[in-house]
C-alpha cells in the first residue's frame, strides 16, 4: 500500500512539475518581487536603516526568502484550483491511484519551485555581498526550517485551491502571508517599533523563525528561538494538513 501511494505521488509530481517548467514565468514572477525588495531596502533605504549591522544584505536575506516562499504558493493554490475546475481530480479518481497522491503532488511541487526561487534570491544576495559563515549542520538547519515553513504555507494554499470560487480568489490568500514579515524583525529590529505593533511583531511566527535562521547563518547561538520556529512552523502544517483533508472529502464526496 506504502509503496503504491508513493508511486502514485510520484507521477502526480511528474505531471505538476512539467506544468511549472512548461511556464517558468511563474518561478520568474516569484523571484522578482523579492529580489526587488532586496535590492530596493539595501540601495535606497539601506543607508537609513540602523540594523545593528554592517552588512544589511546579511540581516534582511532571512525575511526576504520568506517573502518568496509567501508569494510562491499562491501558485499551488492556483494550480490546484484550475485542476477543480477542469474536472481531472474526478478522472484521476476513477483511476485505481491513491486519492491523497493529487494533493501530495501539488505539494511537493510546491517545495522544488520555492526550492529553485530560494536558490536564484541567495545567488543574487552573494552579488549584492551576502556572506554566511554558518558550517555545514546550521545550512542543513536552515534547509530544514525553509522546508518545514514552506510545507505549511503550501498545506494553507491548498485551502485556498479547494475553497475558492475563482482563480484571483485562488491566489489571492497569499497577500496577508507576504505583508506579513514587513511587521516583523525581518527589515528592522522589533524594539524600534510602537508599543502595540512591536508586541505583535515579536509574538508572530515570522520573527521568530527570521531571528532562527539569521542566528544559524551568522553562527550565533539560537537559544530557544529555534524550538518555538519550529513549533509555529509543526502548528500550522498539522492544523493545515487537517483541515485540507477536510476540505478535500468535502469537495470529492
Not at 508569494?71 to 478522472?91: C, H, P, Q, V, W
Request: with cysteine; charged share 10%; net charge positive.
Amino acid at each position: 500500500m506504502t509503496t503504491r501511494v508513493l508511486s502514485d505521488t510520484a507521477v502526480m509530481l511528474g505531471r505538476s512539475v512539467r506544468h511549472v517548467t512548461r511556464s517558468m514565468d511563474t518561478i520568474i514572477t516569484v523571484t522578482i518581487m523579492p529580489i526587488g525588495f532586496m535590492l530596493l531596502f539595501v540601495y535606497v533605504f539601506g543607508g537609513a536603516i540602523k540594523a545593528g549591522t554592517d552588512n544589511y544584505v546579511n540581516y534582511l536575506m532571512p525575511g526576504i526568502l520568506l517573502i518568496a516562499i509567501a508569494s510562491g504558493i499562491s501558485y499551488t493554490a492556483y494550480r490546484l484550483f484550475n485542476d477543480m475546475k477542469s474536472g481531472i481530480f474526478e478522472r484521476f479518481h476513477s483511476m485505481p491511484i491513491a486519492r491523497s497522491s493529487v494533493l501530495w503532488g501539488h505539494v511537493l511541487t510546491s517545495l522544488v519551485s520555492n526550492a529553485i526561487s530560494v536558490v536564484v534570491i541567495i545567488g543574487v544576495g552573494l552579488l549584492m555581498g551576502f556572506r554566511s559563515s554558518a558550517g555545514v549542520l546550521a545550512w542543513l538547519a536552515v534547509v530544514g526550517i525553509l522546508v518545514l515553513f514552506t510545507l505549511a504555507l503550501t498545506w494553507v494554499a491548498v485551502i485556498a485551491g479547494l475553497s475558492a470560487s475563482s482563480p484571483d480568489g485562488a491566489s489571492a490568500f497569499s497577500y496577508p502571508l507576504v505583508f506579513l514579515p514587513f511587521v516583523s524583525s525581518a527589515f528592522v529590529p522589533t524594539d524600534t517599533m510602537p508599543g502595540p505593533v512591536r508586541a505583535f511583531a515579536e509574538n508572530q511566527p515570522v520573527t521568530s523563525i527570521v531571528n532562527t535562521i539569521r542566528a544559524l547563518l551568522a553562527q550565533q547561538p539560537v537559544g530557544d528561538k529555534i524550538w518555538i520556529a519550529l513549533a509555529w512552523c509543526a502548528g500550522i502544517l498539522v492544523v493545515a494538513y487537517a483541515f485540507a483533508k477536510v476540505v478535500y472529502r468535502r469537495r470529492i464526496a
